[in-house]
């Protein structure tokens, strides 16, 4: 607090496609003080995920929109450095949607505790926090795997894609991932353990899917729907279980994407196509993140961090995500 | 056996588009001799399905396709007329798929004895059949209905619909129905008891299902698919339950038809969409006939049955059906 300036990130501008820098406002204000029962934190790590696309645009989704002039929505993790709460000490760390500014003010009910035994601070919001979660309980719960299963994973270098890929392959599964990019491709596949992984960009998506899943698919958790899920939905088996997770495809088209109606297929293989908010799981986050550290610790379950310092980088990065640019969870570092 | 005649209706060609009288072949033949361990069965009903078009295209989906002068396939019940299996006696009225034809011959493994005191024999292939099951497990087990949740099922009046809407009403639902005509539209609030009905050909369903549905919509039984299920899947709630049954929007379009991508919907709003066939059921097929025979006799199911006399009226009649044109069960009574 040396310098009693807090830099927050505003929305300026509902995009219509692609969000710009221009669409962002970085603005310098005091450091907000505390009231009674409050805390001041201080954000050292801000998560960028998808759906934050989705708060940009003047719709009511699962959750209100960003108003216009207002701090852009995330969560992130800090340490408390101010408090009159009788809950909360200087030092502590806490978790929570503080959005995308070096400073927020809290009342205690919208945040948590961070647990640092379970792993680095920054895998509060990445790996055993909401992305880790989603993939935990998305893949376990919606999916229902069952040893032997043939799995497709979508954007599977992404924050969710990476950890569901892997948990896939600890339930005793097949993996086979679609990612953006040859060294995405060698890193799933490489690092990671995946059985194979397929580029969209360069190769056939149907002709590959063909070659890597000759028995079809089993279950398919979907990060980007679009034209990669056509060419899976051709291939499941029947009795199927489809994670409808993300759409990162559609996020930043202008007009809505035109496609062959398609329903039939769920018909004809008696198979579930589900989505979920990872919020439904709240209840048991502690268990899912205490299982996850343990495959941390046993080198079962790795991650790969996508970091970029400085929050006044975080529009350019959070752009980049949406383009497929960034490799990893992708987290800024501010302190 | 009088005529000692077995006239069939064979399949001429595979369709593009709508299937047309000339796609049919009605052939007269000798009625078949059984052989050891065989019966011979005189077909007295048969049941029209949409289900039947899937199988006239060259396409395996979930059974094999009809082949070119082929009986086309199909569910009918008829009584046994010769017998050279211990199992059968002749008069025994047995039910199964015996095709579009007046005699066919079984070794028994296909067919299955109907219990004549559930209800009148063409209920055995209609809502104690393929298409009454199909309902109650579909909407039952599938939609996972609670009591005071609004109930949207499409092509309401048909063989499925009517036993959807209806087992919706018992369980405590509210039940909205689209149909494709005025009459329909009156049987279904009228003589059925649904809360209201939308005629997708007179009204704007988007608009009729706000003042229909105002809190939303918690299961959809979709029999149709298209832009009435377009309409649907934009109202429906958090946690809401859709059951793919059929598409017959889609089944005559020589091209699939292009609609907007709309899948983040399942996430936004948590629902699971689940295709399924009535096969999955079959341990359970005479619990559901016993069960719904009971609220037949109760009076609280009705069934109208859309009643054709001839064999060879089945093309045009098939046809009709596709087309909208039947109200009720479509059958065609042989004897």
Chains 1, 2 share one sequence.
Do not use: H
Not at 209 to 223: A, E, K
């Amino acid at each position: 607090m040396s310098d009693e300036i807090n830099l927050r990130i505003l929305l300026a501008n509902r995009p219509s496609g692609f969000p710009k820098e221009s669409d962002f406002i970085i603005e310098e204000s005091s450091i907000p003080i505390p009231e009674e029962g409050e805390i001041l934190i201080q954000t050292e790590w801000l998560s960028l995920d998808p759906y934050m696309r989705g708060r940009m645009n003047d719709q009511k989704s699962y959750a209100d929109p960003v108003a216009i002039g207002e701090v852009m929505v995330g969560g992130a993790v800090g340490r408390v450095v101010r408090s009159r709460s009788p809950i909360y000490e200087i030092g502590d760390v806490v978790e929570g949607r503080l959005g995308w500014q070096a400073y927020a003010i809290s009342n205690g009910s919208d945040i948590r505790k961070v647990n640092l035994d379970l792993g680095p601070i920054q895998t509060s919001i990445g790996i055993l926090g909401m992305p880790g979660l989603t993939a935990y309980f998305g893949f376990l719960d919606v999916c229902e795997p069952i040893p032997g299963d043939t799995v497709v994973v979508s954007a599977a270098s992404g924050a969710v894609g990476q950890v569901v890929g892997q948990i896939a392959k600890i339930m005793g599964c097949r993996v086979i991932g679609t990612v953006g990019s040859d060294s995405k491709l060698s890193f799933v596949v490489d690092e990671l353990g995946f059985d194979a992984a397929i580029n969209y960009k360069k190769q056939d998506v149907g002709n590959a899917l063909d070659v890597t899943c000759p028995n079809g698919i089993d279950i398919y958790f979907d990060n980007v729907g679009g034209f990669v899920t056509d060419a899976v939905m051709d291939r499941i088996n029947t009795g199927a279980r489809i994670s409808v997770c993300g759409q990162i495809s559609q996020y930043n088209l202008p007009e809505p994407e035109f496609a062959p109606r398609n329903m039939s297929i769920l018909t004809r293989k008696q198979s579930k196509m589900e989505g979920f908010l990872v919020t439904k799981y709240q209840s048991l986050f502690d268990d899912g993140r205490i299982r996850m550290a343990g495959w941390i610790k046993s080198g079962e379950l790795k991650y790969r961090e996508y970091v970029v310092e400085g929050l006044e980088n975080a529009p350019r990065t959070f752009i980049g995500m949406l383009n497929g640019e960034n490799f990893g969870k992708t987290l800024v570092k501010l302190v």
